[in-house]
């Protein structure tokens, strides 16, 4: 079957990888100051980070309508076997629901429900490109895909809570705990919904390191095939600290880094960087 694979600007793969594996992204959209931008496509984290940093107020994220996912399967379906949509997890916003009203008008369109954000939603969309190659059943396909998602371990690493405050998803006074006591809290993602795990004490590249040691070290569970590393912005220090680490106590066949898109960095911040890779 020759299968065309679709998803959200969420998944966080790098253009390169994009374009190799010919996936299609369908973009959510940013608004900044009541106009509305597409992710990775008329504004970048850039452009956000130096919008707040001036003064400005905080970004927020709109889902990909109903409409655009009709216009992009219509495009598709009937050029196409089949076509896979990879969603951005449903608990973060209404993307799939919005996928799946779209797709019940074509027969050869299945969604999936990542369960799960950035290079961790794009994990699920390689194993799709991956087993689109010798797919003979969409069903099938979507039924192996949704097992999977299961499998994903995706956490990230916080350097202040200045975001998380100002979208509402973090109070001042844990916030202005966190920055006395010099905490950097992860941020990890289970059964498709996000939560506070660990919070590490220190500067951010100790932090960091400590952070991918804890997710790594003495795990037998482990797929070795791939792991990413995605972050805002990062220093020197601290990127070396996770280059190190990652070599230190893991043992992948491919280490991917990506900077995260639009989504993440709107919610994030600056400083924020995850480690994300599949279980067996």
Not at 68 to 73: I, K
Request: charged share 20%; proline share 2%.
């Amino acid at each position: 079957m020759n299968i065309k694979i679709l998803s959200d600007s969420t998944c966080d793969l790098s253009p390169r990888q994009i374009q190799d594996l010919d996936i299609g992204i369908l973009p959510l959209v940013v608004v900044r100051d009541g106009a509305e931008y597409y992710d990775g496509v008329s504004i970048t984290p850039a452009e956000i980070f130096a919008h707040v940093a001036a003064g400005g107020a905080l970004c927020s994220t709109a889902a990909v309508n109903v409409g655009v996912y009709q216009e992009a399967f219509e495009k598709y379906a009937g050029r196409y076997d089949g076509v896979v949509h990879i969603n951005l997890g449903s608990d973060f916003s209404s993307c799939y629901q919005n996928a799946c009203l779209a797709a019940a008008q074509f027969d050869n369109v299945r969604v999936i429900d990542s369960r799960n954000l950035s290079t961790g939603q794009g994990l699920v969309v390689l194993k799709a490109w991956e087993l689109a190659q010798s797919c003979t059943d969409l069903d099938a396909l979507k039924e192996e895909l949704d097992a999977f998602t299961g499998k994903v371990e995706a956490s990230f690493l916080v350097d202040k809570l200045d975001y998380l405050v100002k979208g509402g998803r973090c109070s001042s006074a844990a916030a202005l705990g966190a920055n006395l006591l010099n905490l950097k809290p992860c941020i990890e993602v289970k059964d498709g919904k996000m939560s506070v795990g660990k919070k590490y004490r220190g500067s951010y590249s100790k932090c960091l390191a400590n952070y991918v040691k804890d997710r790594l070290s003495g795990r037998e569970d482990l797929d070795p095939g791939k792991l990413f590393i995605t972050y805002t912005t990062v220093d020197e220090a601290c990127h070396k600290a996770v280059v190190d680490a990652v070599a230190a106590y893991g043992n992948f066949e491919t280490v991917w880094e990506t900077v995260a898109g639009c989504t993440i960095s709107c919610h994030c911040g600056p400083g924020t960087l995850g480690i994300l890779f599949v279980r067996k």
